[in-house]
């Protein structure tokens, strides 16, 4: 999968005469709806021959335009690649979502789109919306503005993916049920455990385990407690732990004493999904 700034795709068109599926979004922790949008681009570029775009904020546009408040994300950027690699994805592209770039309308912010590939299909759920407030657009205004920029463009629109209850599965019900400690399901949501990227953080080496500053960490975390988890190191191996989480600090204690800490290099912790156990 090939990274680009969409800005810098916009001044460098390399993609220009390409056949693209694309889908645009936020896709913060890239829950099963979000999966299964990217899942059908992916599948209908592989039927029409064409390679498939995913479209994403660096930011989340609806807390820069204050609507909602800031919350911390549910998946770094490396951890976010990682999940398109293995759907397929054929390019991400970022958009550095400035006070200049907000005020774009949805047929300008389109037409950017079009002039650096060419639109064949665009995948986007029931409740998509592109465009500064005034004139945003949902799927029956994309199509609208896709016809005009690239005339045998569609625009596919998934059922909604809901939870076990029967709720659309989202961003905001998946950080609300972190935030309750509701961690099995969070992991029904995502499709996978609640993992937290250690890679980039620094680690203070305790006898009895590893500390991490809960500061440090971009992710949101769920409450304070100890939960049992899984520690996976670089080599590949993973170990079986107890994440201590308090307010400031996060100790990672391994349940054999058998690893050698100052060789560990330590990649994610991934939740199990009981939750906390104290
Ligand atoms: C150029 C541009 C693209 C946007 N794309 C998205 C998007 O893909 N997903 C999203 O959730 N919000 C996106 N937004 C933000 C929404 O359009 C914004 O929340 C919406 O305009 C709010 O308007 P409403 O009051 O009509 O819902 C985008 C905003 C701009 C300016
Ligand atoms: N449960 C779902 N089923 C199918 N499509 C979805 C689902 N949730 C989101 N999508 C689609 O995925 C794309 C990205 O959506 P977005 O990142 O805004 O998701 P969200 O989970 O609703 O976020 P938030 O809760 O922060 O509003 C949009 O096209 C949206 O319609």
Same mark, same amino acid.
């Given at each position: ?70 919350? &911390? +994300? #549910?998946?770094? %950027? ?10 397929? !994805?054929?390019?991400? @592209? *970022? ?6 770039? &907000? +005020? #774009?309308?949805? %047929? ?10 060419? !639109?064949?299909?665009? @995948? *986007? ?154």
């Amino acid at each position: 999968m090939k990274r680009y700034d969409f800005m810098h795709l916009s001044a460098h068109p390399v993609l220009w005469q390409q056949d693209m599926a694309v889908c645009i979004g936020v896709f913060d922790g890239l829950h099963s709806g979000h999966q299964a949008i990217i899942r059908r681009c992916v599948e209908l570029a592989a039927q029409q021959g064409l390679e498939s775009m995913v479209i994403t904020f660096d930011k989340n546009p609806k807390m820069i335009m204050k609507s909602q408040p800031y919350h &911390s +994300k #549910l998946a770094s %950027e490396s951890q976010i690649e990682q999940i398109l690699v293995n759907i397929g !994805v054929d390019h991400l @592209v *970022v958009i550095d979502f400035s006070a200049d770039f &907000s +005020k #774009l309308t949805a %047929e300008e912010f389109l037409t950017l789109v079009c002039a650096f590939c060419h !639109v064949n299909v665009m @995948v *986007v759920g029931e409740d998509f919306r592109c465009g500064a407030p005034v004139s945003s657009a949902g799927p029956v205004q994309l199509q609208e503005y896709l016809s005009r920029l690239s005339p045998e463009a569609t625009v596919e629109i998934p059922p909604f993916v809901l939870t076990a209850d029967g709720e659309i599965t989202s961003s905001t019900l998946v950080r609300k049920k972190l935030l309750e400690g509701a961690l099995e399901e969070v992991q029904s949501m995502l499709g996978r455990p609640y993992e937290l990227d250690l890679v980039a953080y620094p680690s203070k080496f305790m006898e009895k385990g590893l500390l991490y500053r809960t500061a440090s960490f971009m992710q949101l975390l769920p409450p304070v407690g100890v939960y049992e988890a899984q520690l996976s190191l670089s080599d590949g191996s993973v170990v079986d732990v107890h994440a201590h989480l308090g307010e400031d600090e996060l100790l990672i204690v391994p349940d054999q004493a058998m690893w050698d800490w100052i060789a560990a290099r330590t990649k994610r912790l991934s939740f199990r999904a009981k939750g906390s156990i104290s």
